[in-house]
C-alpha cells in the first residue's frame, strides 16, 4: 500500500515568509509525528498527534510553528515569518498507536530552505 | 525529559567484519527502542526493535541488546556488507505517547 507522503518535497522560502508544509500519513494510522532533522543531525521531536486527544506540542521551539490535523488524517506543519535557522528536513511519520511502542514509518521529507 | 546519548559518530570496519554502536538512555520509563537506519537523501526506515520487556532480539545478521540496569542498549551487525553502509540512529520512547528521542546518529561505513 501507499506510504507517508509529503509535499513538497523542496521549498526555498525567503526569510519572514510564511511556509505550509503537508502530511498524509499511511491509511489506518491514528498516531501521526513531526521532526526535524538538520544537516548531518539526528531528528529532533516537534509534535505528536492521536486521535482526537489534544496533540504534545512539546518539541515546538517556538510560537511561529503550528501544526494541525484535519479528520485524523492529513496535518500541515506552518512555519510563520521563517528564519535562517529553519532551514532543514521536516519529516512526518504515522504509527498505529498504543502503549508499548510501534513502529513509526516515515515521510520522504521536504527539505526547506530559507535565504 | 528523555535524553538519548549514542557512540561511535563514526565506524568504519572493513567487510564481513561486525559493528557495535551504543546508547544510553536517562528516563527509566522508556519501555521502546527503535533503530533506524538512513541512507544518503532517504528517509529513515526501521531495521529493529526491542521492548523493555525482552533484553535481546536478532534478525539474521542484525541484533540488538537491551540492559534496563544500566539504561544501555547496543546494535550488532555481523558479517557486514558494502550495503550496510548509511547512518544509523537509536531512539527510545515511553511507550503512552510514543514520541521518539533519537541519538545523534552513527555513520557506518564498510569498507571492501
Known amino acids: 500500500g501507499a506510504g507517508v507522503s509529503q509535499s513538497p518535497s523542496n521549498k526555498v522560502t525567503e526569510k519572514g515568509k510564511d511556509v505550509e508544509l503537508r502530511c498524509d500519513p499511511i491509511s489506518g494510522h491514528t498516531a501521526l509525528y513531526w521532526y526535524r532533522q538538520s544537516l548531518g543531525q539526528g531528528l529532533e521531536f516537534l509534535i505528536y498527534?492521536?486521535?482526537?486527544?489534544?496533540?504534545?506540542k512539546s518539541g515546538l521551539p517556538s510560537d511561529r510553528f503550528s501544526a494541525e490535523r484535519t479528520g485524523g488524517s492529513v496535518s500541515t506543519l506552518t512555519i510563520q515569518r521563517t528564519q535562517q535557522e529553519d532551514s532543514a528536513v521536516y519529516l512526518c511519520?504515522?504509527?498505529?498507536?498504543?502503549?508499548?511502542?510501534?513502529?513509526?514509518?516515515f515521510g520522504p521529507g521536504t527539505r526547506l530552505t530559507v535565504t | 525529559g528523555e535524553n538519548v546519548e549514542q557512540h561511535p559518530s563514526t565506524l568504519s570496519v572493513q567487510e564481513g567484519d561486525s559493528a557495535v554502536i551504543k546508547c544510553t538512555y536517562s528516563d527509566s520509563a522508556s519501555n521502546y527502542f527503535p533503530w533506524y537506519k538512513q541512507e544518503l537523501g532517504k528517509r529513515p526506515q526501521l531495521i529493529i526493535d526491542?521492548?523493555?520487556?525482552?533484553g535481546e532480539k536478532k534478525d539474521q545478521r542484525i541484533a540488538v541488546t537491551l540492559n534496563k540496569t544500566a539504561k544501555h542498549f547496543s546494535l550488532h551487525i555481523t558479517e557486514t556488507q558494502p550495503e550496510d553502509s548509511a547512518v544509523y540512529f537509536c531512539?527510545?520512547?515511553?511507550?503512552?505517547?510514543?514520541?521518539?528521542?533519537f541519538g545523534t546518529g552513527t555513520q557506518l561505513k564498510v569498507e571492501l
Open positions: 531512539a527510545a520512547s515511553t511507550g503512552g505517547g510514543n514520541k521518539l528521542t
Open positions: 498527534f492521536q486521535g482526537n486527544s489534544a496533540p504534545d
Open positions: 526491542i521492548r523493555s520487556n525482552v
Open positions: 511519520a504515522s504509527s498505529f498507536a498504543g502503549t508499548g511502542g510501534y513502529e513509526q514509518y
